[in-house]
């Protein structure tokens, strides 16, 4: 599993990680990001308070509903707009 | 943004003879005594607002025949909102009270006709309120009823809610399925949807990976839903995406139940009656297998921790992470869901309970987002 510093380089709070099926650290979840290919991310769940977050997953339900078709949360928006918006949260 | 608004149960004098208990998102009884055995409850919330409803009622089932005693169990589960799952709550067990009177008995036509009143006084709801509250018309509500009375389990559904019975065998349990459910994802529903209109080419359309009913809802049949009963509802200012774009005559949803009647036997040791909530993550026979091997207080509790247990492996992250997940954006982990287990007694528990009928409702506000 590899962890990479956000953009900001304060903590870790965004991380890349092959692991698809396994369970995440505590605190985090698994993200599924891209339009045709999904790339996996583990995010801290507080995002899930943010309302940018929500932006994102207000898109997911919009094209696959509740039912997230990797598993894990899928957020179907290019991979720049998922750090763009996930660089800006603590 | 969370407001706590509490009203548990349908009135404080009601819940202080059966108190019943929250905690966060989970409303619960963990142990009550109903005619025929013991039964537990839970339920939880993941919309903003709480959209299930459930109710268990024990004592006289009519107003006329005191020697009809049984116990009737429903599982509401709203959509679109929470006003139909509620007015079935508050309407549909009277109702059956009112029909069973009639014949002083129950019977599969009572039931049927318990369902078909109800949807009727909710569609004249709509109809008052279109001018100043059309999105009513998009409030629906799945519908599943469990009557048990005089030897014999009537199961009435309409929607996807779901009733397993758990049969004792030789060292554990089998699961039996006593509801026939309604949902476009199961090819006895699709098949019934495509032989009513046989000349609708997109009555069952696939959106998002699953068949929906004019490419707008899963379920295929329920309480509620007059856009899709009444053309006259399938209009302005009824927001576009529940609007069809050609007219229809033939309403596309029912609210007929399906009524399965199964004769108890010894060996029937309980039921569980559930929202799809609850099925999604479990099967009927883990279900009845965790309801077997564990103790009888809080059970329903039990089986809603599996489920969520569940949720949490798929969205890939820690159950007690999954658990501090606000209403609303919960939605997209699991949903709404309610349980409950029904113990059966093949003899009435003790002839006193009659004297005190039974009567809880779970769901009621709970929390709610502004």
Known sequence: MAFVRSLLGAKKILSRSTGAGSAAPKGFLAVYVGESQKKRYLVPVSYLNQPSFQALLSKSEEEFGFDHPMGGLTIPCPEDTFINVTSRLQ | MVKPCWRIGAGMERSKINPTKVDGLTWYKDLGLHTFGEFSMAMIQANSVMEDQCQIESGPLTFNNPTVQGTFVGVYDGHGGPEASRFIADNIFPKLKKFASEGREISEQVISKAFAETDKDFLKTVTKQWPTNPQMASVGSCCLAGVICNGLVYIANTGDSRAVLGRSERGGVRAVQLSVEHNANLESARQELWSLHPNDPTILVMKHRLWRVKGVIQVTRSIGDAYLKRAEFNREPLLPKFRLP??????????????????????????????????????????????????????????????????????????????????????????????????????????????????????YPMHSTS
């Open chain 2, 246 to 363: 050609e007219h229809f005559t033939k309403p596309i949803l029912s609210a007929d139940p399906s009524v399965t009647i199964t004769r108890l036997s010894p060996q029937d040791e309980f039921i569980i009656l559930a929202s799809d909530g609850l099925w999604e993550h479990l099967s009927n026979q883990e279900a009845v297998d965790i309801v077997h091997n564990s103790p009888r207080q809080g059970i329903a509790r039990r089986l809603l921790k599996a489920a969520l247990k569940e949720a949490a492996k798929k969205r890939e992250m820690r159950y007690s992470d999954l658990t501090e997940i606000h209403p609303g954006v919960r939605r997209h982990f699991h949903d709404d869901i309610t349980v409950i287990v029904v113990y059966l007694n093949p003899h009435p528990v003790k002839t006193n309970s009659w004297a005190s009928p039974l009567s809880i409702r779970g769901g």
